[in-house]
């Protein structure tokens, strides 16, 4: 969607293995953000990104950390992953302006066993 | 902190009737308001936004929205819904105090249509 692709779309692991989620742009944008999608919850920010290597916490980042080496990468890192991890996670682009909008990959949904 | 309540979980809507999802939000300062729509098994697709102006704002696929102030209300409404609107709808606020980074979503809205 809009030139911005997550992988992998689904995954099942074990608790306690580690998890890397991937998304990838191709819009040259600044700004680029993780997502966990939870019933009854919404959308909540986990991290985002503001460039190259500059990166920040959200709403829910316990037991995630992200990194951004390139513009177009922006990685999800789950170092052990928990059964409250389960969920959708999208990936969202944006540009650098205050009116820009934000674009959202289609998801992966991971399930933690 | 800035928030957005959707106080309908789920809304049952015959085919051609039309509609209205109701978004409340709470934010300090002029908001950044947004309607996004999520088919189900894919991303969230931007329907519509309201950033300063005319405070009944059109989007894609026949949906508008009005900006409400004094009752801090964003609700979205179509004349007539079809099947392909069945999905589910999230609203959100963020602001020029905060930027891009502050986009607080609600809890979304599934939005069922009958025949």
């Known amino acids: 969607d809009a030139g911005i692709t997550q992988s992998p779309r689904h995954k099942v692991t074990e608790t306690g293995t580690p998890v890397t989620l991937r998304c990838h742009q191709t819009e040259n944008h600044r700004y680029m953000y993780w997502y966990r999608q939870d019933p009854g919850h919404g959308l909540r920010l986990i991290h985002y990104s503001y460039g190259v290597k500059d990166t920040d916490k959200g709403e829910v980042s316990d037991g995630y950390s992200v990194s951004r080496s390139k513009t177009e990468d922006f990685l999800l890192t789950l170092e052990s992953a928990t059964s409250s991890q389960t969920s959708v996670y999208f990936c969202a682009m944006s540009g650098a302006g205050t009116e820009d909008i934000q674009y959202f990959g289609a998801g992966t949904r991971l399930s933690v066993l | ?115």
């Open chain 2, 1 to 115: 902190a800035q928030s957005v309540t959707q106080p309908d979980i789920h809304i049952t809507v015959s085919e051609g009737a039309s509609l209205e999802l109701r978004c409340n939000y709470s934010y300090g300062a002029t908001p950044y308001l947004f309607w996004y729509v999520q088919s189900p098994g894919q991303g969230l697709q931007l329907l519509l936004k309201y950033f300063s102006g005319d405070t009944l704002v059109q989007g894609i696929k026949g949906f508008e929205a009005e900006f409400k102030r004094s009752q801090s209300s964003f609700n979205l409404r179509k004349p007539s819904v079809h099947w392909s609107d069945a999905a589910e709808y999230f609203c959100a606020v963020g602001g020029l105090n905060f930027g891009n980074e502050k986009l607080t979503f609600g809890t979304g809205t599934r939005l069922t249509i009958i025949p």
